[in-house]
């Protein structure tokens, strides 16, 4: 979009026009590329190329659909527009060329369509007609025809697209000299052709005729085809079409987290002049307050931040300038057209790619977006957000919303969604434009969709050529004919037409004066308001439009699922530092709320800003901005970090383990210190510790641990927020602690162990007591087969005692008797019995051999023997009275209770004992 400078300019694309070139030869030889392509034909047609045998350059990079040869130029006034798909068609091959060999260019110029009214019947047409090359043209002059009324909008774009023209029945026509600079004006009577009610839209076509080289005259030297609109002297105001027009106010993100713009150029955008400032001018100018204002929250925010002293990024620095002047007088023209009582909703924050969250699932984002949206809009216009249910208005970029969309709007307060209205196609069979309000049923409730008109919207962001804002302006024609046939179809069907301007529209402010002034001033339509258009129950289309439609083509212009996943996986980071840095025991002087706007909420608006639709064809801008966050969150999670040692000690079941914490940031920190241990059963520690770190220090705290037994066991260290969130990478460390006390039950086994032991030995030893008591408690005589003392056997004489071998003897040990007064030596334990074969006799109670004799009384071995006191009856003297053979002589006392199978041999014998057999030999 260029503005008002009028220039001669090489051919546009996209014209509804003809221009036709001729030179070397007649043109009715070599001008009839397109069949009947005048007025006069019968097969009329309005060309869009260049009627001439030229060859077609439809390569050479102009984006044009009109063909011109090689060296020629044809600059026009394009006064219309055609669809992208119109490849129109071309001469024949080669150049056309005069006798010279010289190549003939005729450039036409339409500068004014000036319909009639205001009492006026006369259509007239202003233009210029400049002839380049050698070629000679004499009787140069212009022809106006109009043909005959379009009946619908597809029979006028194909007109404007180059196909099928007017109706032979030529209804006016007029012809014009050109003056000696070039310029002409064409007077058409139209008077009989103004209808007595309703309107009329005619096709205009305007040619170029005269003699080249002095042959025979040529009436299509150069073609255009443009519009009029003849409209009853009084329409009825019921008769005309509510137009909605909404006017978006938006800019690329440009504001970084740091508070940096990423380059100056609002500052440009909003001077007079700039294209922001143009659009806002042209609302105010137009003195209207039917028009809705988008308005970008992204933008409101960068222009406050202009407002004072400013910094932006540029590849040598980062200059400081002073405040805008411009950015606060544009701020506060957006405030007075509220003020007047025109319409000025939110756009999303950053004005976000809503569908492309939706199917990223990332719902919390576009939550985010919008609520935030609302509220700086909201703080703009120093207004509470409204909160009632559906009262707010969407305008996703580019018209885009599927019903997943349209169902997330519908959940966070929107009841009104504006939508590209090739997503809502006409009904089959409709022959006219329905209303463009259709209801919508979402989970939470009906939703009422508008859908923008593309075609109007496209004639007003781009229109064909160079546009002046004047009411004549040729580009406006075009503009009229449209809205004027959207009523012409059905004129007692009232409709609503929605004008929605693309996101970064660049016009002029006096083209959006003069299409204002057309849509609220003309006999075919009317302005109204976003409210009314909403509330107006009469304009509902529902069952004349097909559903919401979605399709690949549309979903193929979003921003990748991969990249907004990682964005908002970022932007999950910078959320977790907002509870580190807001918590209110770390910043008792500045308020939760306030601290989270100026430390967590420019990262995470910055991030949001990474996920606007600007980027579905810019994706390096919107890297950039995200960078810049993500380098942010980076520096502030690295500067939280905990240290340990590699190796704690515990000598005994509790111990402390050091650990150190560091808050490098600028800040101060909140943080949980939390241990967890791979083995909960074995080692036990306190596993939340809230503490403060303050901004640049450490801080080393003792955690104490309870180890339950001996091991190395693995404690990892980890710093969260108080939420329970992982506050980075550097904010974790592992530390093995390794004991060596004994566990419980390793103790309790230990011990009963040594229980077990001690039982065992105890029973034993009772055991052996009560054995040794038994056999001491048992006097001789109660013996079983003994006989009480002073009695004799009644059996008889003793048997005569057994014969025993020879006994090896032990060696006797003396004990000296003690001297006078001297203590004796302690007594001797006594021996062992020696003789067990000798118990139990008649006459030896301890022998069953000599069991009972009486002779053996004092002897142990022969229990009741009278003769043998002493051992005298063994032939020993008295001095032998130890004798060990005769155990309990008078110096020895009793036998032990315990004996051994045989005596042992002395000292130095070589006799062993013999074993004993069981009958006791």
């Not at 593309?454 to 962001?461: D, N, P, S």
């Not at 950039?624 to 590699?646: C, F, N, P, T, Y």
């Not at 909140?670 to 809230?690: E, F, N, Q, W």
């Not at 007591?769 to 013996?783: T, V």
């Amino acid at each position: 979009m260029r503005f008002p400078t009028r220039l001669a300019a090489g051919v546009v694309a996209a014209l509804s026009l003809a221009v036709g070139v001729t030179g070397g030869q007649p043109a009715s030889a070599t001008t009839r590329s397109v069949a009947g392509s005048s007025l006069d034909n019968a097969a009329t047609t309005a060309s869009s190329t260049v009627s001439t045998g030229l060859s077609t350059e439809l390569s050479t990079g102009s984006a044009s659909s009109v063909g011109i040869a090689a060296g020629t130029t044809a600059t026009i006034q394009p006064v219309t527009r055609t669809s992208p798909d119109t490849s129109g068609t071309s001469g024949s091959s080669g150049g056309a060329s005069s006798s010279a060999g010289t190549n003939q260019a005729v450039q036409l110029t339409v500068t004014e369509v000036t319909p009639p009214g205001n009492g006026s019947t006369v259509l007239r047409i202003s233009g210029s007609v400049v002839t380049q090359g050698g070629a000679s043209i004499t009787g140069l002059g212009v022809r106006v025809d109009l043909g005959a009324a379009l009946t619908s909008r597809s029979q006028l774009q194909k007109v404007a697209a180059g196909g099928a023209g007017a109706s032979p029945s030529s209804s006016a026509a007029a012809s014009a000299t050109v003056d000696p600079t070039g310029g002409f004006t064409a007077d058409v009577p139209v008077a009989e052709l103004i209808p007595a009610s309703g309107l009329e839209v005619r096709p205009v076509q305007v040619r170029v005729v005269g003699r080249v080289n002095g042959g025979a005259l040529d009436s299509r030297l150069a073609t255009l085809t443009t519009f009029v609109v003849l409209s009853a002297p009084r329409v009825a105001q019921s008769q005309r079409t509510p137009v909605l027009t909404v006017v978006p106010l938006a800019s690329k993100p440009r504001l970084r987290s740091d508070g940096l713009l990423t380059d100056n150029t609002l500052a440009q955008d909003v001077a007079e002049g700039g294209r922001l400032r143009e659009l806002l001018k042209g609302v105010i100018q137009s003195h209207t307050t039917a028009v809705a204002l988008g308005v970008d929250p992204t933008l409101v925010q960068a222009l406050t931040r202009m407002s004072t002293r400013y910094s932006y990024a540029t590849p040598s620095g980062e200059p400081t300038t002073t405040e805008s002047t411009d950015a606060i007088a544009y701020l506060e023209m957006i405030r007075d057209y509220a003020r007047r009582g025109g319409t000025v909703f939110a756009l999303p924050y950053g004005d976000t790619d809503l569908p492309a969250l939706v199917h990223a699932d990332q719902l919390d984002a576009l939550k985010y977006s919008v609520n935030t949206g609302q509220q700086v809009i909201a703080e703009l216009l120093e207004k509470p957000v409204l909160a009632q249910e559906g009262s707010w208005t969407a305008f996703p970029a580019d018209g885009l919303a599927d019903a997943g969309t349209v169902n997330a709007l519908s959940a966070n307060g929107y009841g009104t969604v504006i939508v590209d209205d090739q997503l809502l196609p006409a009904a089959r069979g409709l022959t006219y434009t329905p209303s463009a309000a259709t209801t919508m049923a979402t989970a939470t409730g009906q939703v009422r969709l508008l859908a923008a008109d593309h075609v109007l919207a496209g004639l007003v962001a781009d229109p064909d050529g160079i546009v002046d804002g004047s009411q004549n302006d040729p580009a406006l024609a075009r503009f009229q004919a449209e809205l004027a046939m959207i009523t012409d179809q059905a004129p007692d069907r009232r409709r609503l037409v929605v004008l929605a301007l693309p996101r970064y529209a660049a016009v002029s402010a006096s083209w959006l004066r003069v299409i204002l002034d057309t849509v609220t001033t003309s006999t075919y339509s009317t302005g109204i308001s976003l409210g009314d258009a909403t509330a107006d129950a009469r304009l509902d289309a529902t069952r004349q439009r097909s559903a919401l439609t979605y399709g690949e083509a549309a979903q193929a212009k979003e921003l990748p699922a991969e990249y907004v996943n990682r964005v908002e996986e970022i932007r999950g980071k910078a959320y977790v530092l907002g509870s580190v840095f807001c918590q209110p025991d770390a910043t008792p002087a500045l308020a939760t709320e306030t601290c989270l706007r100026t430390r967590r909420d420019p990262v995470i608006n910055t991030l949001i800003t990474g996920l606007s639709a600007a980027w579905r064809t810019d994706s390096a801008g919107g890297t950039s901005l995200v960078q810049q966050a993500d380098g942010a969150v980076q520096e502030k999670q690295s500067s939280i970090r905990v240290v340990g040692s590699q190796m704690v000690n515990l000598t005994s079941s509790r111990g402390r383990v050091p650990v150190t914490l560091e808050n490098s940031s600028d800040w101060d920190a909140t943080v949980v210190v939390k241990l967890s241990s791979s083995d909960r059963g074995r080692l036990i520690s306190a596993t939340k510790i809230t503490r403060v770190l303050k901004a640049g220090q450490k801080d080393q705290i003792e955690i104490e641990v309870d180890a339950e037994s001996a091991g190395t066991f693995p404690v990892d260290i980890r710093l969260e927020t108080v939420d329970g969130q992982a506050i980075g990478p550097e904010a974790s460390a592992r530390v093995l602690v390794h004991s060596t006390v004994y566990g419980a039950i390793a103790i309790g086994i230990t011990v009963g162990a040594v229980g077990v032991l001690f039982a065992a030995v105890l029973i034993r030893l009772v055991r052996r007591l009560r054995a040794r008591s038994r056999s001491q408690g048992a006097p001789p005589d109660d013996l079983p087969g003994g006989p009480g003392p002073g009695q004799a056997d009644s059996a008889g004489p003793p048997a005569p005692a057994p014969q025993v071998a020879e006994r090896a003897t032990l060696p006797l040990r003396k004990y000296p008797s003690a001297g006078a007064g001297g203590a004796p030596y302690p007594a001797p334990p006594p021996p062992p019995d020696w003789f067990p074969h000798h118990a139990g006799g008649p006459h030896h109670p301890s022998d069953p051999h000599h069991a009972g004799d009486p002779r053996h009384a004092h002897d142990p071995r022969h229990a009741g023997g009278l003769d043998h006191a002493g051992g005298l009856d063994h032939g020993r003297d008295p001095g032998r009275a130890r004798d060990p053979h005769h155990a309990g002589g008078p110096d020895l006392g009793r036998a032990g209770p315990w004996s051994f199978g045989r005596p042992a041999a002395p000292a130095g014998s070589t006799a062993q004992p013999q074993p004993q057999h069981p009958d006791g030999r």
